[in-house]
C-alpha cells in the first residue's frame, strides 16, 4: 500500500500508523517543541524501511550544530541510502549528504530544487531556511518560502510556518511592517509557533521598541517556553529588550534564569549565554563568575566542540578568554586553524570571519584596541557571510565601537557611533554612545 503525507507526496516504506508518527514529529519540529526525534525513532521503529523518516532523523541532528549529532545523523543517512525512492526523497538524501559533507551552501541549493519542484513540503522548506540563516543568505531566507506561498491556503495544517518563517526573512531584509504582520498572524493561527514569536522580537528588537517587545515576549511565556526548544533563544531576545534600557538587574536575571540557569551544555543555549554576558562586560557591568560556568560548559566539548561552525567557534572564544581557559582557548584557535585550512564551508565561514573576529576579541581582552578595531573594520562588511541574525551579528558593531573608544580613536568612536544613531534612532543605548563620543575632545 502506497502511503502519501497529508499534502499527497508520497512517503516511500511508510504505513498509516508511522505515517502519524512522522507528521507529528515534523509539527513538532516546526513549533521547535516537544521531542520530533522520539517521533522519527518511533516511525523507524513501526516502519524500519521509511525513507523520509530516516532522512528527517537525519536533518534534527544536524540543525542543532552539534557534532555529536552529525554521528547520528551518518547512521541515519547510511540507513536511507537504499530506501529513497522517489525524486523528492532523493532531493532530500543528496542534501543531508551534502551537509554531513561540510557543503552547506550545497546543501540549501540542494533543498531549493527540492522545495521548487514540491513548494508543500514542509520539510524541505524548513530546513532549507534554516541552511539560510546558518549561512547568512539574507533574500533566500525570505525568498526560499515566498516562492512557496501561492500554493499554500491558509486553511492547511502547517501553514502558520510558511508565515513564521517568512517574516524572519522578511524582519533580516529589513522589510520590518510585513515582518511584523506575518509573525502575529502565524501566532494567530498557531500560538506555539516558537519560530514566529522569536522572528517578531527581532522585528522589534531592530526597531528599538524595546517596551513592546517586552510586551510580546512577557504577556504568556507559557506559550512559547513550554516543552521548547527555542526557549532559551527567545528569553535571550527578551533580555537585549531589558539591557538596551539600561536595566541591568532584570537582564542579569534572565541570565541567572531561563538563558543560563540550568547550566546548558547545548552549543546554540552557550552562544546566547556567551554573546550576553559579553554585551554586559561591553557596558562595564560585572557579571561575577557566571562567565566560569559557560567557559567550563565550552571547554567540556573538547576537541569536538572547536572547527566545526565558525559562529559557535567565536561564541566559545568569548566565553574561554573571560572564563580564564587558557589551555582551551588556545585549542580552540588551533582547531580553527585547521578549519580554516580544510575542505567544506566552514574552511570559507571561519578563514573570511571566524578567525579575524577571534583575534580581535583576544585583542580587545588583552588591551590592545587599536589591533581588535583593525580586524573588526575589515571583517565587518562580510559578517553576514558565517550567519547568525542582524541581532547576533550586532555583537561585532558593539564590540568594535568599544574598543575605538578604549584605542582612544576620537574619529572612529565618532564616525561609528554616528552611523548607529542613524540605524538606530529610538535606542537609548545608541543615543548614549553618540553623546559619548560626542563629549571627547574633537581630534585636531
Avoid at 510556518?161 to 517568512?166: D, S
Wanted: hydrophobic share 45%; net charge negative.
Amino acid at each position: 500500500m502506497t502511503v502519501h503525507d497529508r499534502e499527497g507526496i508520497v512517503l516511500t516504506g511508510a504505513t498509516p500508523q508511522s505515517h502519524d508518527r512522522y507528521e507529528h514529529g515534523c509539527d513538532l519540529f516546526l513549533c521547535y517543541i516537544g521531542d520530533p526525534q522520539a517521533e522519527a525513532d518511533a516511525a523507524i521503529a513501526g516502519s524500519p524501511g521509511f525513507a523520509m523518516a530516516h532522512v528527517l532523523k537525519g536533518w534534527l541532528n544536524v540543525l542543532g550544530t552539534e557534532p555529536a549529532g552529525f554521528v547520528v545523523a551518518r547512521a541515519s543517512h547510511a540507513q536511507a541510502a537504499s530506501l529513497v525512492t522517489t525524486a523528492r526523497e532523493r532531493g532530500h538524501f543528496a542534501a543531508l549528504g551534502l551537509l554531513l559533507d561540510g557543503q552547506w551552501h550545497g546543501a540549501a541549493q540542494a533543498l531549493q530544487r527540492v522545495s521548487i519542484d514540491h513548494p508543500r513540503d514542509l520539510l524541505a522548506l524548513q530546513v532549507g531556511h534554516l541552511l539560510d540563516f546558518f549561512t547568512g543568505e539574507a533574500r533566500l531566507l525570505r525568498d526560499r518560502v515566498a516562492r512557496a506561498l501561492p500554493d499554500w491556503t491558509e486553511d492547511r495544517p502547517g501553514y502558520h510556518a510558511l508565515l513564521g518563517m517568512h517574516s524572519f526573512g522578511l524582519e533580516e531584509c529589513g522589510d520590518y511592517d510585513r515582518a511584523e504582520r506575518q509573525g502575529k498572524r502565524a501566532i494567530e493561527l498557531q500560538p506555539r509557533d516558537g519560530w514566529a514569536q522569536h522572528a517578531v522580537a527581532h522585528v522589534l528588537e531592530m526597531q528599538c521598541r524595546h517596551r513592546d517587545g517586552l510586551a510580546w515576549m512577557l504577556d504568556d511565556t507559557d506559550r512559547w517556553t513550554r516543552d521548547s526548544f527555542s526557549a532559551v533563544h527567545s528569553w535571550w531576545h527578551a533580555a537585549l529588550f531589558h539591557l538596551d534600557l539600561g536595566e541591568i538587574d532584570e537582564t542579569l536575571a534572565l541570565f541567572d534564569g531561563p538563558i543560563h540557569g540550568d547550566k546548558s551544555t547545548l552549543i546554540l543555549n552557550l552562544i546566547d549565554a556567551s554573546a550576553l554576558l559579553w554585551r554586559l562586560d561591553l557596558r562595564g557591568v560585572d557579571v561575577g563568575d557566571r562567565w566560569q560556568s559557560v567557559a567550563h560548559n565550552w571547554a567540556a566539548l573538547g576537541e569536538a566542540g572547536a572547527g566545526f561552525y565558525a559562529f559557535s567557534d567565536i561564541h566559545a572564544v568569548l566565553a574561554l578568554i573571560r572564563g580564564g581557559e587558557t589551555d582551551r582557548l588556545a585549542a580552540t584557535f588551533d582547531a580553527m586553524e585547521r578549519a580554516a585550512a580544510g575542505p567544506g564551508d566552514n574552511a570559507t565561514f571561519t578563514r573570511d570571519v571566524g578567525l579575524p573576529v577571534s583575534r580581535a576579541f583576544k585583542a580587545f581582552a588583552d588591551g590592545d584596541f587599536k589591533r581588535s578595531t583593525e580586524l573588526l573594520l575589515r571583517v565587518l562588511p562580510d559578517a553576514y557571510r558565517f550567519g547568525g541574525s542582524h541581532a547576533q551579528r550586532d555583537l561585532l558593531d558593539l564590540t568594535l565601537i568599544e574598543a575605538a573608544f578604549r584605542a582612544g580613536d576620537t574619529s572612529l568612536a565618532r564616525a561609528l557611533t554616528a552611523e548607529r544613531r542613524l540605524a538606530k534612532p529610538a535606542s537609548p543605548a545608541s543615543e548614549a554612545l553618540f553623546k559619548r563620543a560626542r563629549a571627547l575632545p574633537a581630534p585636531a
